[in-house]
C-alpha cells in the first residue's frame, strides 16, 4: 500500500514562503496530483486527511514492511536556499536509500534546482521525524524551498513533472515490496 501525506494540514500550515503561499497548500496540492498519477496506473494510494494532527495521521498508517510512506514537504530557510533533498530514516534499508535518490534528483531535473542529496532523519533539524518510526520504505522529500524566489517559480512552471516522477518512483518502490 502506498501512503501519501501532506506534510502540513490545514491547521498546521508549516512554512510560509514567498508571497505568503503556505507549505501545507502546496504539499496538498502536490499530494494530490501524485495521488491522481498512482491511481491511473492503475495502483492504491491512501491519503491523509486534511485537517488530522501527524499523530492522528501516523495512527492511520496501518504501517507494514509493504507500505511505502511518503510525507511530502517543502522546506524554508534564507532567501538564497535552493534545492530538493529526501529524508530517509537513520535505519534506511537499500531500498530507501535508492528509491530517495531517484526522487530527489528526478525533481532535480525536473525542476531545474540542485540536488542537496538524500539524508538521514538525524541530519534534520529536528533529528528524529515521527513518520520514520514505521514500518516499509519510508521517505519524506523536501521539494524546494518555499522561502526561495526561484525555486518556486521553478516548480510552478513544473508541478505536474514532479507529481510524476514522485508517483512512479513510489510505484517502483511499491514493485519492490510485492
Not at 69 to 98: K, L, Q, Y
Amino acid at each position: 500500500m502506498i501512503y501519501l501525506v501532506a506534510g502540513h494540514s490545514k491547521s498546521d500550515p508549516g512554512a510560509i514562503g514567498v508571497g505568503g503561499v503556505k507549505e501545507s497548500e502546496l504539499a496538498m496540492e502536490l499530494r494530490d496530483k501524485i495521488a491522481h498519477f498512482i491511481t491511473s496506473k492503475g495502483y492504491k494510494v491512501t491519503l491523509d486527511n486534511d485537517h488530522n494532527s501527524l499523530s492522528q495521521v501516523i495512527a492511520r498508517i496501518k504501517s507494514t514492511e509493504s507500505c511505502v510512506i511518503c510525507d511530502i514537504h517543502f522546506n524554508a530557510g534564507p532567501a538564497t536556499a535552493t534545492g530538493v533533498e529526501t529524508i530517509i530514516p537513520d535505519r534506511s534499508t537499500a531500498n530507501e536509500r535508492m528509491i530517495a535518490g531517484l526522487i530527489t534528483s528526478g525533481i532535480a531535473s525536473a525542476m531545474g534546482i540542485r540536488s542537496r542529496g538524500v539524508k538521514s532523519e538525524k541530519d534534520t533539524a529536528r533529528k528524529t521525524l515521527a513518520i520514520m518510526k514505521l514500518s516499509g520504505i519510508n521517505l519524506l522529500p523536501e521539494i524546494c524551498f518555499v522561502s526561495n524566489k526561484s525555486d518556486m517559480s521553478a516548480y510552478q512552471a513544473n508541478k505536474d513533472k514532479v507529481a510524476e516522477v514522485i508517483a512512479r518512483h513510489l510505484i517502483t518502490a511499491e514493485d519492490l515490496l510485492k
